[in-house]
C-alpha cells in the first residue's frame, strides 16, 4: 500500500497562503512570486523535489486550492492549470457542495467530495491501487489530515522570508501535538527542503 | 565589528516556549526536554552548533529568560545556570525594573537595562568590541530585534513535533515582513539546524 505524502511551500512564519485569497491573488495577501520561485524560476535547483510533488497516484486537495469560488459551484471553473493539470491522476477536491466529476486532458480527473476527509482518503486509498496519495493542500486541508494523524510523509519547503501578514492559512495551526522523524533537510539559496516521516515509518 | 546573532530552538509550529512559564517550568506547558534533548543527551551529534551557542562577546536577553519573576525583583535570583554560567561575558537582560549588575563565576555579569532594546544593543557592542553579539531569547525578544531588523544570522533548530498548545512565545509572532538569505541546514534525528543571514551579508 502507498503512504500518505502532503507538500507545502511555506514562509518562514508557516504561512501557505496569505488573507484575502481571491481570483486574482489566488495566494492572497502575500508575495506568492517569492514562495514559488525556488519550483519555477530556479526550478532546475530542485529538480526532485518539483518531481516529487506530482508522483502521486491519487490527489486530495481543498476546495480553495481548486477554486477562488466559494458556496455553490460556477460550472465553468475548472481548476487553475488549464486544460491538461500535472496531476495526470484522480484528484477528489474536499467541498460543502456537490459536482459531477471534471475530466481533463493527460489523466486528471476532478472529483467532488462532500462527506469529509476520511472519505476522500477511502476514494484516492482505492484509486490509487498501490501508489501514493499526496494531499496537495492548502495548508488548512494539510493541517485537517495532521489533525487526524493521517500524514505519513511531510515535506515543508520554507522559502526565507517571513510573511509578516498576521492571517491565512498556516501550517500547524489548530493540529494538536504531533511528532515526526526528520529524514532530509536541503537548502538551495531559495528554499529549504524538509522531510519529515510518521515515527517509525520508513519509506 | 561583529555581527548580531540569535539561536533558539523551536518546534515546528515555531514556539519557543509554551504558555505558563513559571518557576518549575521555566518554558511553559510544552515538553521542554523534547525541545533542548539536542543540545543534551544527543550533544555528541551537534558539536559545532552547540558551541556557536556560547561564542559570543556579550549577549542579550529577555527577562523572562533570565528569571521566572515578574515585576519587581528578588534580589536572591541570579538566574537559572548557577554560579558559573555558560557566557563567560556580559549579559544583558532587558527589564522594566532597575538592578545593579550581578557579577558571577567565570566572566559572566548580569546588567539590567530598562531603557530598551536598542540601548542594550548599545551596552553589548561596547562590550563585545569586535566579536559577536547574541540574542539569546526567548523568542519574544528575538522578535522585538527581527521586526527592528538587528540581526544579522538567525539560527533557529527546528525539532521535529508540533507543540500544538495554541499559546506561548513563537518565533516571528509580529514581526513585519523580513526576508533572509538561506545559508546552512543540516539534521540529525532529533533538529533540523537552520541558518539564516541578513541579505547580502557574508560572514
Redesign the interface.
Known amino acids: 500500500m502507498g503512504i500518505v505524502t502532503a507538500d507545502i511551500s511555506v514562509t ?3 504561512y501557505g497562503a496569505g488573507p484575502n485569497q481571491r481570483s486574482e491573488a489566488p495566494f492572497g495577501d502575500i ?1 506568492e512570486d ?1 514562495l514559488h520561485s525556488w519550483m519555477f524560476e530556479h526550478a532546475t535547483e530542485s529538480p526532485a523535489e518539483i518531481a516529487a510533488i506530482t508522483e502521486a497516484a491519487a490527489y486530495i486537495m481543498g476546495r480553495n486550492m481548486f477554486s477562488p469560488g466559494r458556496g455553490e459551484w460556477d460550472l465553468t471553473w475548472k481548476g487553475w492549470w488549464g486544460e491538461e493539470p500535472p496531476y495526470h491522476a484522480p484528484v477528489y477536491v474536499l467541498t460543502n457542495h456537490e459536482r459531477e466529476p471534471v475530466p481533463m486532458k493527460g489523466g486528471t480527473t476532478f472529483n467532488f467530495i462532500t462527506d469529509g476527509i476520511v472519505s476522500a482518503l477511502d476514494h484516492a486509498r482505492a484509486a490509487a491501487g498501490s501508489g501514493n496519495i499526496a494531499i496537495a493542500g492548502g495548508a488548512t486541508t494539510i493541517n485537517q489530515y ?1 489533525s487526524a494523524g493521517l500524514i505519513d510523509e511531510l515535506r515543508l519547503h ?1 522559502v ?7 492571517g491565512g492559512s498556516r ?22 527542503h ?1 522531510t ?1 516521516l510518521r515515527p517509525g515509518l520508513s519509506v
Open positions: 518562514l512564519d508557516g508575495d517569492r495532521l520554507v526565507p522570508f517571513a510573511a509578516g501578514v498576521g501550517i500547524f495551526d489548530g493540529v494538536p501535538p504531533i511528532e515526526f522523524d526528520v529524514v532530509a533537510a536541503r537548502h538551495t539559496p531559495y528554499v529549504t524538509l519529515y
